[in-house]
């Protein structure tokens, strides 16, 4: 049993570090863009542009016709 020379241990300790430190960049990325990633139900839900774009391309469709 060589435990000096054993790097397994550190090897994960530093990957659980990484990944963690990636969870709390994303978690408060998200915190900080709270009020826009809230907007984006309700601009989904509109259908606006979805319904503008739908229309566009069904004139395009009347006019090649």
């Known amino acids: ?9 550190q090897t994960s300790a530093e ?4 990944f963690g430190g990636i969870i709390v960049v994303v978690v ?4 900080f863009y709270r009020n826009y990633l809230n907007g984006l139900g309700s601009n ?3 259908g606006t542009d979805l319904n503008n774009t ?9 006019t090649v016709s």
Request: glycine share 4%.
């Open 1 to 9: 049993m060589d435990i000096i020379k054993d790097d397994a241990a």
């Open 15 to 18: 990957m659980i570090l990484l």
């Open 28 to 31: 408060v990325a998200a915190l």
């Open 44 to 46: 989904i839900t509109n």
């Open 54 to 62: 739908l229309n566009g391309i069904n004139n395009l469709n009347k």
